[in-house]
Protein backbone atom coordinates (compact mmCIF):
# COMPACT_ATOMS: atom_id res chain seq x y z
CA UNK A 1 0.00 0.00 0.00
CA UNK A 2 1.26 3.26 -0.64
CA UNK A 3 2.31 5.71 1.83
CA UNK A 4 -0.12 7.79 2.91
CA UNK A 5 -3.32 6.43 1.80
CA UNK A 6 -6.34 5.25 3.30
CA UNK A 7 -8.91 2.48 2.83
CA UNK A 8 -11.90 3.09 4.73
CA UNK A 9 -15.20 0.39 4.68
CA UNK A 10 -18.10 2.62 4.30
CA UNK A 11 -21.72 1.98 5.88
CA UNK A 12 -25.16 1.75 4.05
CA UNK A 13 -28.15 2.33 5.77
CA UNK A 14 -31.11 0.61 4.26
CA UNK A 15 -34.51 0.81 5.44
CA UNK A 16 -38.06 1.11 3.51
CA UNK A 17 -37.29 4.16 1.97
CA UNK A 18 -33.89 3.26 0.19
CA UNK A 19 -29.87 3.31 1.04
CA UNK A 20 -28.23 6.07 3.24
CA UNK A 21 -23.98 6.16 1.40
CA UNK A 22 -22.02 7.31 4.29
CA UNK A 23 -19.12 9.18 3.02
CA UNK A 24 -16.73 11.51 5.04
CA UNK A 25 -17.79 13.15 8.80
CA UNK A 26 -15.96 15.73 10.31
CA UNK A 27 -15.74 13.56 12.80
CA UNK A 28 -13.88 11.10 10.95
CA UNK A 29 -10.10 10.26 12.23
CA UNK A 30 -9.34 10.61 8.70
CA UNK A 31 -11.28 14.04 7.61
CA UNK A 32 -8.75 16.58 6.85
CA UNK A 33 -10.54 19.61 6.16
CA UNK A 34 -12.87 20.18 3.37
CA UNK A 35 -12.77 22.42 -0.20
CA UNK A 36 -15.04 21.35 -2.35
CA UNK A 37 -17.17 17.87 -3.66
CA UNK A 38 -17.65 17.37 -6.84
CA UNK A 39 -18.86 14.35 -8.85
CA UNK A 40 -18.00 12.50 -11.91
CA UNK A 41 -19.35 9.93 -13.81
CA UNK A 42 -16.98 7.54 -16.23
CA UNK A 43 -18.06 5.36 -18.65
CA UNK A 44 -17.22 1.69 -19.15
CA UNK A 45 -13.96 0.64 -20.08
CA UNK A 46 -12.88 4.49 -20.06
CA UNK A 47 -9.33 5.68 -18.20
CA UNK A 48 -8.94 9.01 -16.43
CA UNK A 49 -5.91 10.11 -16.07
CA UNK A 50 -3.51 10.75 -14.75
CA UNK A 51 -3.41 13.55 -12.46
CA UNK A 52 -1.53 14.32 -9.61
CA UNK A 53 -2.79 17.60 -7.04
CA UNK A 54 -0.34 19.30 -5.49
CA UNK A 55 -2.25 20.66 -2.62
CA UNK A 56 -5.09 18.95 -2.15
CA UNK A 57 -5.84 15.29 -0.33
CA UNK A 58 -8.58 13.50 -2.22
CA UNK A 59 -11.04 11.55 -0.53
CA UNK A 60 -12.86 9.15 -3.45
CA UNK A 61 -15.97 6.97 -2.78
CA UNK A 62 -17.86 5.13 -6.02
CA UNK A 63 -21.75 5.77 -5.04
CA UNK A 64 -22.70 3.84 -8.72
CA UNK A 65 -20.65 1.39 -10.56
CA UNK A 66 -17.49 0.45 -10.41
CA UNK A 67 -14.19 1.61 -11.15
CA UNK A 68 -10.25 0.02 -10.98
CA UNK A 69 -8.38 3.16 -8.91
CA UNK A 70 -4.57 3.08 -10.07
CA UNK A 71 -1.76 5.37 -7.62
CA UNK A 72 1.79 5.82 -8.32
CA UNK A 73 3.76 7.40 -6.02
CA UNK A 74 6.79 9.68 -7.33
CA UNK A 75 7.76 11.81 -3.85
CA UNK A 76 11.68 10.58 -3.41
CA UNK A 77 11.24 10.70 -0.17
CA UNK A 78 8.31 8.24 0.63
CA UNK A 79 8.95 4.90 1.66
CA UNK A 80 6.65 3.82 -1.16
CA UNK A 81 8.81 5.85 -3.60
CA UNK A 82 7.33 4.11 -7.43
CA UNK A 83 4.83 1.76 -6.21
CA UNK A 84 1.92 1.25 -7.88
CA UNK A 85 -1.10 0.31 -5.95
CA UNK A 86 -4.54 -0.86 -7.26
CA UNK A 87 -7.82 -0.73 -5.39
CA UNK A 88 -11.08 -1.65 -7.09
CA UNK A 89 -13.90 0.13 -5.51
CA UNK A 90 -17.87 0.47 -6.12
CA UNK A 91 -21.18 -1.11 -5.48
CA UNK A 92 -19.06 -4.49 -4.89
CA UNK A 93 -16.44 -2.73 -2.33
CA UNK A 94 -18.13 0.76 -0.72
CA UNK A 95 -15.47 2.27 0.51
CA UNK A 96 -13.58 5.57 1.10
CA UNK A 97 -9.67 6.14 -0.52
CA UNK A 98 -8.07 8.97 0.73
CA UNK A 99 -5.12 9.89 -1.34
CA UNK A 100 -2.07 12.33 0.06
CA UNK A 101 -1.36 15.32 -1.96
CA UNK A 102 1.77 14.37 -4.53
CA UNK A 103 0.46 11.06 -5.78
CA UNK A 104 -0.53 10.51 -8.74
CA UNK A 105 -3.83 8.81 -10.06
CA UNK A 106 -6.38 7.52 -12.40
CA UNK A 107 -9.23 5.11 -12.58
CA UNK A 108 -11.12 2.68 -15.19
CA UNK A 109 -14.64 2.39 -15.44
CA UNK A 110 -15.17 -1.49 -15.25
CA UNK A 111 -18.26 -3.51 -15.67
CA UNK A 112 -20.99 -2.69 -18.10
CA UNK A 113 -22.54 0.62 -16.67
CA UNK A 114 -21.63 4.08 -15.84
CA UNK A 115 -19.37 4.36 -12.66
CA UNK A 116 -20.41 8.01 -10.53
CA UNK A 117 -17.67 8.56 -8.45
CA UNK A 118 -17.98 11.41 -5.57
CA UNK A 119 -14.35 13.24 -4.70
CA UNK A 120 -14.05 15.50 -1.34
CA UNK A 121 -10.87 17.49 -1.77
CA UNK A 122 -9.75 19.55 0.83
CA UNK A 123 -9.34 22.79 -1.34
CA UNK A 124 -11.32 24.39 -3.94
CA UNK A 125 -9.92 23.77 -7.33
CA UNK A 126 -8.70 27.18 -8.35
CA UNK A 127 -6.42 27.06 -5.13
CA UNK A 128 -4.67 23.65 -6.04
CA UNK A 129 -2.28 22.78 -8.79
CA UNK A 130 -3.01 19.88 -10.79
CA UNK A 131 -0.86 18.10 -13.31
CA UNK A 132 -1.77 15.93 -15.89
CA UNK A 133 -0.36 12.96 -18.35
CA UNK A 134 -1.71 10.73 -20.81
CA UNK A 135 -2.99 7.44 -19.31
CA UNK A 136 -1.72 5.07 -21.93
CA UNK A 137 1.54 4.81 -23.34
CA UNK A 138 3.38 7.06 -20.50
CA UNK A 139 7.50 6.60 -19.57
CA UNK A 140 6.80 8.15 -15.91
CA UNK A 141 4.54 5.67 -14.76
CA UNK A 142 5.10 1.67 -16.08
CA UNK A 143 1.34 0.61 -15.93
CA UNK A 144 -0.86 -1.29 -19.10
CA UNK A 145 -4.26 -0.32 -18.50
CA UNK A 146 -5.39 -3.46 -20.74
CA UNK A 147 -7.63 -6.78 -18.47
CA UNK A 148 -5.30 -9.48 -17.68
CA UNK A 149 -6.91 -12.70 -17.77
CA UNK A 150 -6.13 -14.94 -15.05
Not at 88 to 94: A, E, K, L, T, V
Request: glycine content about 6%; proline content about 6%; charged content about 25%.
Amino acid sequence: MIDGVVIKPLRRIVDDRGIIMKMQEASDNEYKGFGEIYFSTIYPGVVKGWHLHENAILNYAVIKGNIKLVLFDPRELSPTHQEIQEIYMGDDNYCLVQIPAEVWNAFKGIGPETAMVADLITVVHHEDLIRRMDPHNNPLIPYDWKVRDR
